[in-house]
């Protein structure tokens, strides 16, 4: 890096890419480039939570930022990563023009797993309303495979991603399908969640690439989280309609779950249940059960209501449960404590 230079100060430079002067906004964070990583870390840290109230105000001076993905301190990359995912949420499109360099954090295998998760998370978006953008093999391969490999706290922004993927392309997620139950126990729910989400997209236009997650999902019937149930319930149903047959379905548990005090759970098992029994009378489904619009429009509250914090020893961004003695970092979202 050249010798240090003062930038402008945060406040200039978020002034800059709030009033929309990208111009002289490229030109300051040309300066950060070359300024000390505390003033690196500054100037980024003011422009992320600029992000996370103004995420359209980006769209323009992304090129300028892409090279702190790469920048030598990971408190940097962890910050711009941050960043990304704040506009990818807001502007999938402009986040999928520079999707390279996220893919390369996200496939970095000496990269911190805290930069990782954040830039699965923020290609999980892209590929979810702009999936042209990221529709490579690459991004779908570094995503599964990490659920192998990656640190425990990763596991759940890339299953988020995952899911992502799937609401955005179903059927490039199709070949995925059968190594997913291998995840479906995973002691983390809201993982547990997510896969299951991906697999009823699949399964919306695909449903005999479930085939062989039927045993995974029948025993996710019994999860202790209820969207995880109902999600559960709402593939095995897809896959009875595929198949027109109930082999190895859990029918009984299905008809039990009718009943669920849930009501998410519920509307699923009776979906589920009338497509293994072909019944046409009774409480039906909403129609949205079983399609990726319901699922879209479903998803957000579910993953709210499972990440609310019940008591004080969650996260107090994300809800996630910790430790006594924890991190000063929650390990799901890297968030301070």
């Known amino acids: 890096m050249d010798e240090a230079t003062d930038p402008p100060a945060p406040s200039q430079l978020t002034a800059y890419v709030e009033d929309g002067d990208h111009e002289a906004a490229l030109a300051a964070l040309e300066q950060c480039e070359r300024a000390a990583a505390d003033q690196r870390q500054d100037a980024l840290r003011a422009l992320r939570g600029l992000a996370n109230d103004q995420p359209g105000a980006f769209p323009a001076v992304l090129s300028g930022?892409?090279?702190?993905l790469a920048d030598s301190?990971?408190?940097v990359r962890l910050t711009t990563a941050k960043l990304f995912v704040a506009v990818a949420d807001a502007e999938p499109a402009a986040v999928g023009a520079h999707s390279a360099p996220l893919v390369e954090r996200l496939a970095d295998d000496e990269e911190f797993y805290y930069v990782r998760a954040r830039a699965a998370e923020a290609l999980g978006y892209v590929a979810r309303d702009e999936p042209e953008a990221v529709d490579t093999p690459t991004l779908l391969a570094e995503l599964r495979v990490g659920l192998d490999f990656e640190e425990p706290e990763v596991v759940a922004k890339l299953s988020k991603a995952l899911s992502c993927a799937a609401?955005?392309?179903?059927?490039?997620?199709?070949h995925h399908a059968p190594a997913l139950p291998d995840y479906l126990d995973d002691g983390d729910e809201l993982v547990r969640y997510y896969l299951t989400t991906a697999l009823v997209a699949v399964g919306c236009e695909r449903p005999a690439a479930l085939g062989d997650c039927r045993d995974a999902l029948a025993a996710r019937l019994d999860d202790e989280n209820g969207y995880v149930r109902g999600r559960a319930a709402e593939a095995l149903g897809l896959l009875a309609r595929a198949d027109n047959a109930s082999v190895?379905?859990?029918?009984?548990r299905v008809a039990e779950l009718r009943d669920d005090e849930a009501s998410f759970v519920a509307e699923r098992a009776r979906f589920a249940d009338d497509a293994v029994t072909g019944r046409t009378d009774g409480d039906s489904a909403p129609d949205a059960v079983g399609t990726i619009e319901g699922v879209r429009a479903g998803t957000e509250a579910a993953v709210e209501d499972i990440t609310t914090p019940d008591d004080e020893g969650t996260c107090s961004q994300c809800g996630h449960v910790l430790p006594e003695h924890g991190p000063p970092l929650c390990p799901r979202c890297g968030g301070p404590q």
């Open 65 to 68: 930022l892409v090279p702190f």
């Open 248 to 252: 190895g379905l859990p029918e009984e």
């Open 167 to 174: 609401l955005g392309r179903p059927r490039r997620l199709a």
């Open 73 to 75: 301190e990971r408190a």
